[in-house]
């Protein structure tokens, strides 16, 4: 391929050489979509955008680390993390779309896109959980739990009855065993520390607890896989298993902002992506 | 399923290379499902190596160029998440060529009910440069999503490894 000029070579149509495309292709390109016919489109379309919200939300949580992590190798590792979870995101909300199209907000973007860029705070369906924000052991507390448990709720997932969202589950488990891996070692690391590392990380893991409950509000049956698995963790870590009651049912102060944050040129520039 | 397709549209496809690993092909990496010829045209399915692999696009776009320029003017090319991709895809050939790179090919990937690693396991991956078996992981992630980052003991020269999934 050879261009008279830059502009030309950018406006053309699937380029393959501008990191990786100048357009986002449907990520369920191609395959069988239909629900079947056991399963409530409707029930499906929104698990599915409660899933996939949470998976965008933490990506983009786990992006503000790049430039901002302790070393270069924990900034290339939490940006892998969170391409991981925002592939999951693009999954899940084209499948919440598919499934049931009265979601979607009517705008001329990609299902997805629509879904991502187009809704305000009150609409996502992320638990509250991925919304916060704090130093490094926060993080890493923070994604120790959302980690284990969405690892549990996946390996369940597996052998659901709709075939493309036990298709992403199956997917999504091999991605979630590293990612609780990697936050499992830094909290063991931080936790067996010293005393100073051993406070910040209790710390870390008492802030984040008033926001467990609510992961088990639907998914009751994977409390107990993920308690054993804190459970050892903590252990290691020598650290303790906070108890503390639940925090406020309301989205937090930062979803405004980070939705600020990502959807800003979406909005302002709407025929960017279609 | 592979052995079910024919013709030459799928030796073309076969000779299209991976974006992040060039040294590949998309059949040698495994995310090559099939390819058929239809009256309708050629359907080639690909699946992805991770769910957020962002070369989806560029397989895609490198797969309808080559079948174009041989002579295939209706090209569909398909995503299949089920089964999902593993490392033991990678041919013996396409591990060949990655340790030719200077990139640790994989060993078997793990079967069975996932495990809790709170330390990192005992090393078993070989230095591409010395051979040696005293390497450290650095980091579990590295310039893509299928690679880790480890460190030869024996000449000190890190090297990528393509981790087990």
């Known amino acids: 391929m050879s261009f008279d000029n ?19 292709a449907d990520p369920l390109a191609g395959m069988d979509t239909t629900v079947p016919s056991t399963v409530d489109a409707t029930s499906l379309a929104e698990y599915c955008l409660h899933l996939g919200d949470d998976a ?3 990506s983009h949580r786990l992006q503000d680390w790049c430039t901002a992590a302790p070393e270069l190798e924990d900034e290339v590792a939490l940006a892998n993390i969170g391409l991981d979870l925002l592939g999951q995101a693009r999954l899940l909300l084209s499948r919440a779309a598919r499934a049931d199209p009265s979601l979607v ?14 809704r305000d ?10 919304e916060l924000a704090g130093d490094f052991a926060f993080a890493m507390a923070q994604l120790l739990v959302f980690s284990t448990w969405r690892l549990a709720l996946f390996t369940a997932l597996v052998s659901t009855e709709d075939k493309v969202l036990a298709a992403i589950a199956a997917k999504g488990v091999k991605e979630l065993a590293y990612h609780r891996d990697y936050a499992a070692q830094w909290v063991v690391r931080l936790g067996d520390g010293t005393p100073y590392s051993q406070e910040r990380m209790q710390a870390g893991l008492d802030a984040v607890w008033p926001y467990v409950d609510e992961l088990f ?6 409390r107990a896989e993920f308690d054993s698995v804190v459970a050892e963790v903590c252990e290691a870590a020598t650290l303790r298993v906070p108890v503390v009651v639940m925090a406020p ?14 959807q800003s040129v979406a909005r302002e520039h709407p025929d960017a992506t279609c | 399923m592979l052995a079910t397709s024919v013709g030459t549209a799928r030796a073309v496809a076969e000779t299209v290379t991976d974006p992040e690993l060039p040294m590949l092909t998309l059949a040698d990496l495994g995310v090559l499902r099939d390819v058929e010829e239809t009256p309708s045209g050629v359907i080639v399915t690909i699946t992805p190596t991770y769910s957020g692999c962002p070369a989806m696009d560029a397989m895609r776009a490198d797969l309808m160029v080559a079948l174009h320029r041989a002579g295939y003017p ?15 895809w990678i041919t013996r050939e396409g591990r060949e060529k990655l340790a030719e790179a200077g990139i640790a090919p994989p060993g ?3 079967r069975g009910p996932v495990t809790l690693a709170l330390t990192a396991p005992p090393s078993r991956v070989a230095c591409p440069r010395c051979g040696s078996l005293d390497t450290r992981l650095l980091s579990r992630f590295s310039a893509t999503a299928c690679r880790a980052l480890r460190q030869c003991g024996s000449c000190a020269e890190p090297f990528e490894h393509v981790k087990e999934i």
């Not at chain 1, 907000?105 to 187009?118: I, K, R, Y």
């Not at chain 1, 705070?121 to 991925?130: D, G, K, P």
């Not at chain 2, 209706?74 to 033991?88: G, I």
């Open chain 1, 121 to 130: 705070a009150h609409e996502f369906r992320n638990v509250r959980l991925v």
């Open chain 1, 56 to 58: 965008l939300i933490m």
């Open chain 1, 6 to 24: 830059a502009y030309e070579a950018l406006t053309e149509d699937n380029d393959a050489r501008w990191a990786f495309g100048t357009g986002f």
């Open chain 2, 74 to 88: 209706e090209v569909d090319v398909r995503t299949v998440l089920s089964p999902a991709w593993t490392t033991d």
């Open chain 1, 105 to 118: 907000p009517p705008v001329p973007q990609s299902e997805e896109d629509a879904l991502a860029f187009f």
């Open chain 2, 108 to 110: 078997k990937a793990p």
């Open chain 1, 217 to 222: 509000e639907d998914s009751a049956h994977v």
């Open chain 1, 249 to 262: 049912r309301e989205h937090t102060e930062h979803l405004p902002a980070i939705l600020a944050e990502m």
